[in-house]
């Protein structure tokens, strides 16, 4: 399966985006969904996951209350909704997908995931 990630651009902070993947070549209804982000000269961050069932999510601290992960699968795309942007929020964001995983299973880790779209670059000026 191929991930396009896509709905980056620079917004002042307290604003909002929402970014998007979408997936080709499969259909991402049984897989595992993350986003993290990565800044220049940090490690890859976990950001959020939605279980393929859709009944399940998580956030990493940072973003937590601020963020919100979703998906519809008759799209094929899974969301991540981001409101309250700061600064630190800067970085390259990247979709990730699993598959072979419980209904309600969810990862926070890089290495749990086999599939990674291209990155979107989300810039919040301060």
């Known amino acids: 399966v191929q991930l396009q990630a896509s709905g980056g651009g620079l917004v002042q902070a307290g604003g909002s985006l929402r970014l998007s993947c979408a997936a080709s070549?499969?259909?991402?209804?049984?897989?595992?969904m993350g986003w993290f982000r990565q800044a220049p000269g940090k490690e890859r961050e976990f950001v959020a996951a939605i279980s393929w069932s859709g009944g399940r999510t998580t956030y990493g601290d940072s973003v937590k209350g601020r963020f919100t992960i979703s998906r519809d699968n008759a799209k094929n795309t899974v969301y991540l909704q981001m409101n309250s942007l700061k600064p630190e929020d800067t970085a390259v964001y990247y979709c990730a997908a699993e598959g072979g995983r419980w209904a309600w299973e969810v990862d926070v880790t890089t290495t749990a995931y086999s599939y990674w779209g291209q990155g979107t670059q989300v810039t919040v000026s301060s």
């Open positions: 070549g499969g259909t991402l209804s049984r897989y595992l």
